[in-house]
């Protein structure tokens, strides 16, 4: 049974950082592409960040480039999303995802597997 478990989630106050993980089981890790998902309250979910299996591609969305970085560990089957100047904007509950294509992360209808989510919350 594959599980996706997110962790890292919290309050910060707007220009500070956290660093989400979220750890893997059941799935060969290095074979699924990873990624993040995050939905604000009466949004839709939106794609902050994937990174492919190997780690060798990494895509962002542009809200984010220059201050999310996403990054995996395979010998720990845990992918991080570190999360700087953060704005109150970033507020959402963020998903971690998996599928063996990155694209399909990216696009997120069909994406295999996702976790439950935690809260980020960002004052202003």
């Known amino acids: 049974q594959v599980q996706l478990v997110e962790s890292g989630g919290g309050l910060v106050q707007a220009g500070g950082s956290l660093r989400l993980s979220c750890a893997a089981s059941?799935?060969?890790?290095?074979?699924?592409?990873m990624g993040w998902v995050r939905q604000a309250p009466g949004k839709e979910r939106e794609f902050v960040a994937a990174i492919s299996g190997s780690g060798g591609t990494t895509t962002y969305t542009d809200s984010v480039k220059g201050r999310f970085t996403i990054f995996r560990d395979n010998a720990k089957n845990t992918v991080y999303l570190q999360m700087n100047s953060l704005k109150p904007e970033d507020t959402a509950v963020y998903y971690c995802a998996a599928d063996p294509a990155i694209n399909t992360v990216v696009g997120g209808t069909w994406t295999s597997y996702w976790g439950r989510g935690t809260q980020v919350t960002v004052s202003s």
């Open positions: 059941g799935l060969t890790f290095r074979d699924y592409a």
